[in-house]
């Protein structure tokens, strides 16, 4: 059998830290939530692989678990500390949910569909609030101090970078599919900051696609 302690520390030391995430409290939190609880059941021996895992697909766009490194490297962007509050968009069964409440923050996990959401609260419990809504409404306890989106973005996510507190920070993985980068947006009064942080792909999430172009 698996000894997924193990495979945590292995996650941390050979994927993470090999990929400059190098905040401790991030480090920590990656070895201390169980990933195996948050894959699809019978998929429990692939949790802690360095690729992106499908959770299902639902229909504005497939949920998955993205890499453990680049799931790492866009939670240590946010620099969440105890109290941020802080907005998961396309949360599936909420792993990068409890990476987050694992640090310290107060967590709004927003998922589209009701399984999913319901799968979430199982494993989540209280300490997360777990919402069920259109991935780019206004979600109720905003504005947030930070926003991470579990997908790809065609476009600016205007809708969710609006919910941003002030000096809020949104990390998201930005682009078309070839040519996406994870990228950090920061809130300046009603300016809105963007770096690109590295190349990092996942599905499209359909609320957040770009409109089609005129064809002459």
């Known amino acids: 059998m698996l000894d997924y302690a193990?495979?945590?520390?292995?996650?941390?030391?050979?994927?993470?830290?090999?990929?400059?995430?190098n905040d401790?409290?991030?480090?920590?939190?990656?070895?201390?939530?169980?990933?195996?609880?948050?894959?699809?059941?019978?998929?429990?021996?692939?949790?802690?692989?360095?690729?992106?895992?499908?959770?299902?697909?639902p229909d504005d766009g497939p949920r998955v678990m993205a890499a453990p490194m680049i799931l790492a490297r866009m939670v240590q962007a946010l620099k969440v500390r105890p109290g941020t509050r802080v907005l998961n968009v396309a949360a599936g069964y909420g792993y990068a949910a409890a990476i987050l409440d694992r640090l310290g923050a107060q967590v709004t996990a927003l998922e589209s569909d009701a399984a999913l959401a319901n799968a979430a609260r199982e494993r989540l419990g209280d300490r997360?609030?777990?919402?069920?809504?259109?991935?780019?409404?206004t979600v109720a306890g905003?504005?947030?101090?930070?926003?991470?989106?579990?997908?790809?973005?065609?476009?600016?996510?205007?809708?969710?970078?609006?919910?941003?507190?002030?000096?809020?920070r949104l990390v998201c993985v930005l682009g078309p599919d070839r040519n996406a980068k994870a990228t950090l947006f920061v809130r300046a009064g009603d300016a809105f900051g963007a770096r690109?942080?590295?190349?990092?792909?996942?599905?499209a999430l359909k609320a957040f696609a770009a409109e089609p172009g005129f064809a002459f």
């Open 6 to 21: 193990q495979a945590r520390r292995l996650m941390v030391d050979c994927q993470l830290r090999t990929f400059d995430v």
């Open 24 to 57: 401790n409290a991030v480090l920590d939190a990656f070895d201390a939530v169980p990933r195996e609880r948050f894959v699809p059941a019978g998929r429990e021996a692939f949790a802690y692989i360095d690729q992106a895992l499908t959770v299902t697909t």
């Open 142 to 168: 905003g504005p947030f101090d930070a926003i991470l989106v579990e997908g790809r973005v065609e476009t600016r996510p205007q809708a969710l970078l609006d919910q941003l507190q002030d000096d809020g």
């Open 196 to 203: 690109p942080l590295f190349d990092a792909n996942l599905p």
């Open 128 to 137: 997360v609030a777990t919402v069920q809504g259109g991935l780019a409404e």
